[in-house]
């Protein structure tokens, strides 16, 4: 008798010896407050023993077991559920244990009914809301066990149209139907619904204005950029006038607030670094420590230098007058000196004169005392007299210059030349962008005179022959005679900063400047990883968890909790924390492993976060959970052919059965030694798997017939190997320590030879 007849045998007597042993029997200890309220539950006497009601009959073709199919039926036809009036709806209740709630009604009385109970009123009721995922529960039918389950704000989803949302249950209510004459409610199956959270960013992309949204359950946060601030939750980034919170921000400067940051106007001296109002000339800002009498010159961003005026010695901070009149050879020539503070002043003889202070004697200039003596030409002073250096076009005559006729020789280039009448001279009529300089037309540096290139302060001037260009400095734009400051931070093609960087603006230029948590050139920046570095100060019990760009975390390793400051192992304690899959203590074989992990054929529920895990057996549900491979209810079978197991896995080779693709398979007896056995991958022998088997005399184990000794040598042919007429037959071998066999003993051996290569060319399965 095989096994799988023994078995169900075995399981037909069992359910006979039941039947005669309990004529009617009520296993109240196997239904939810079965002991307390007795026989009236399944009979319709409280002494039983007489015909079953609607409850114990759907009761005992359940196989006497509680479950959700009993639990969701309404025996009764009350329009209220076996679950709903026994406290459990939702069939969980595992015997020996405490019902959810309290005992209502008689499931197989219809006259037993619970009285305007509002089941929104008991999460045991309805699991409209026991996700903690935004579910709502509504009751607008006078406690007639009708509920609907919506959703809160921030969360989406029907009664009707719930996704999954981690397993929690959803259940409807009783949906109205007609039978017969007379309205009732229908039932409604068990369902895997919930809320699920709207995602507001994806939604509306621009929720949060100048930052980045990211989703949270039932809201979203917003991540301002610089410069804007928004709620903790929902809203959007405003900008934050800096100017208002911080009034002082500038320091001597005025404030001026801009959409996401600010600028100070600061007085002269001072300079606006992205903060506040800087000292970037102290000698203008008046904060330098030099003497009255010294000059002050700005050195660096922010520092000084003094120097004593000329007259004076010292360090600039403190100055003393020189008395020149001591100096040798004598300060005033042919005159004499007289001090005055800083300086001097001379008192010359006739045909000399000295300036009112400082200076010496000199000879008195003719040429500057009579101005045009030399009519166009140039004076030049003699000791006592004189000279004129004519221009082109005239000449020193008489003690002046006379005119010629210098147009004659085309003396102005590029104008045209125009001759003086009266004379003397001549004069040049230069074209556009070119002047007269006495002597020809020169072009004209338009950048040696600001008031003729009309450049900015921040622009470059380029001369070009009768014209001139401005050019806007690096860091500046415009048309050269209007640029201002370029703000690389607004543009990110301008600036190379990091995207964990702060860009700051400079006038002309910006910089960088890695954020808390990063570390680089600011055009690079890297994330501060504590755990890599070893600067974590996480226990050596402890995990470290590098957050990007923030502080790292010291946290439990996975099935391990906290105690005090320990990390302390809570697999089996009945209570699962991050890392178990589920735990309901320490043993195995009840739907949660003593390593804490779900075990095949089972799933496990959490109905109390500080409870242990709840496991019901789910193989042979005909449903396929995560941790089965198949599951197709009572046509599961451990000797069909590619069929799903009773275990609730896949057919598989060393199962037993000889599945498709599957030469042979047995099982535990399945070898990759023995000879002639079913090989570990469901193959049968062969020549080249290694293992002398039945009428073989050698393998090498190559996987293909290779001789293993010259055809010459003489030998028997391999078993499964068809011979040749130019060998000694497949993978020939000579036996070791015997001759060569003879014809004769070759025939002899043929049968056995012919048996085995028949064997080898079976067709596989």
Not at 123 to 152: E, M
Not at 621 to 636: I, K, Q, S, Y
Not at 707 to 728: F, I, K, N
Request: charge should be negative; glycine fraction near 14%.
């Amino acid at each position: 008798m095989s096994r799988s007849v023994l078995g169900a045998w075995i399981v037909v007597m069992g359910l006979f010896g039941s039947g005669v042993a309990h004529a009617f029997p009520d296993y109240p200890e196997r239904v939810p407050h079965g002991v307390a309220q007795g026989c009236i539950l399944c009979h319709a006497s409280a002494a039983g023993g007489d015909a079953r009601n609607a409850f114990g009959l759907r009761f005992a073709a359940n196989g006497y077991v509680w479950n959700a199919a009993l639990a969701r039926h309404d025996s009764d036809g009350d329009f209220w559920t076996n679950g709903q009036e026994l406290g459990d709806p939702f069939g969980t209740w595992t015997p020996g244990t405490t019902p959810p709630s309290a005992y209502r009604a008689n499931p197989g009385q219809p006259g037993s009914v619970p009285a305007n109970f509002n089941l929104c009123g008991n999460s045991a009721y309805n699991d409209c809301t026991a996700s903690g995922f935004g579910g709502t529960c509504t009751d607008t039918y006078n406690g007639s066990g009708r509920w609907v389950c919506g959703c809160s704000p921030g969360w989406t989803g029907t009664h009707a149209t719930f996704g999954t949302r981690n397993g929690h249950r959803r259940t409807t209510s009783h949906n109205f139907t007609t039978s017969g004459a007379r309205d009732r409610y229908a039932i409604v199956s068990l369902l895997s619904r919930g809320c699920w959270d709207v995602d507001e960013c994806a939604n509306n992309p621009s929720i949060c204005g100048p930052g980045s949204c990211s989703n949270l359950e039932g809201t979203y946060r917003c991540n301002c950029n610089s410069g804007y601030r928004a709620p903790a939750t929902g809203g959007t980034c405003a900008n934050v006038d800096e100017c208002a919170e911080t009034p002082s921000i500038c320091g001597v400067g005025s404030c001026d607030d801009l959409p996401g940051s600010y600028s100070c106007t600061c007085p002269m001296g001072y300079t606006f670094d992205g903060v506040t109002c800087v000292v970037n000339n102290a000698c203008v800002a008046g904060t330098h420590n030099c003497s009255p009498n010294a000059a002050c010159t700005p050195d660096g961003d922010s520092g000084w230098t003094c120097a004593c005026h000329p007259g004076y010695s010292g360090d600039g901070r403190i100055c003393t007058n020189i008395n020149e009149c001591l100096r040798r050879p004598p300060v005033c020539g042919a005159g004499t000196c007289r001090d005055l503070p800083g300086t001097y002043a001379c008192t010359c003889p006739t045909g000399y004169r000295a300036p009112a202070t400082g200076g010496t004697c000199v000879d008195i200039d003719e040429c500057n005392e009579m101005p045009g003596v030399c009519g166009v030409g140039m004076c030049v002073n003699l000791a006592g007299s004189y000279t004129c250096n004519c221009p082109l076009g005239y000449a020193f005559e008489g003690g002046t210059c006379e005119d010629i006729d210098e147009c004659a020789t085309s003396p102005c280039g590029p104008g045209s030349c125009v001759e003086n009448h009266p004379p003397p001279g001549y004069r040049c009529a230069c074209n556009l962008g070119y002047e007269f300089n006495g002597v020809t037309c020169v072009d004209v540096d338009e950048c040696l005179n600001p008031e003729l290139s009309l450049c900015s302060l921040n622009a470059d001037c380029e001369n070009l022959v009768g014209s001139h260009r401005c050019i806007c400095r690096t860091g500046y734009q415009g048309d050269g005679r209007d640029c201002v400051d370029v703000d690389e931070c607004l543009d990110p093609e301008l600036n190379e900063c990091d995207v964990n960087a702060r860009c700051i603006n400079d006038v002309g230029s910006y910089r960088c400047e890695c954020r808390s948590g990063w570390e680089g050139s600011g055009v690079t920046c890297d994330d501060v990883d504590e755990c890599a570095r070893g600067t974590h100060g996480c226990r050596i019990d402890e995990r470290c968890v590098n957050r990007i760009g923030a502080p790292n975390e010291c946290v439990c390793p996975p099935g391990t909790t906290r105690e005090g400051e320990a990390c302390v192992r809570s697999c089996g304690d009945g209570r699962r924390t991050p890392g178990e899959a589920c735990d309901n203590g320490p043993d195995d074989g009840d739907g949660c492993s003593s390593t804490c992990e779900v075990e095949p054929g089972w799933a496990c529920a959490h109905p109390d976060p500080e409870g242990p895990s709840v496991c019901t057996q789910t193989c042979g549900d005909g449903l396929v959970n995560e941790t089965e491979e198949c599951d197709t209810g009572d046509a599961r079978s451990d000797t069909e052919p590619d069929a799903c197991r009773t275990t609730c896995r896949l057919a598989s080779c060393g199962d037993g059965v000889v599945d498709s693709e599957e030469e042979c398979d047995e099982g535990v007896a399945n070898s990759d030694t023995v000879p002639g056995a079913c090989r570990t991958s469901c193959r049968r022998a062969y020549c080249g798997d290694g293992v002398v088997d039945d009428g073989e005399v050698c393998d090498d184990g190559s996987g293909v017939c290779t001789s293993c000794a010259p055809p010459d040598a003489g030998g028997l042919p391999d078993g499964g190997v068809e011979p040749t007429p130019d060998d000694e037959g497949g993978c020939g071998c000579r036996v070791v320590g015997k001759a060569p066999a003879s014809s004769a003993t070759w025939w002899l051996l043929a049968p056995l030879a012919l048996l085995a290569w028949r064997r080898a060319r079976r067709p596989r399965r």
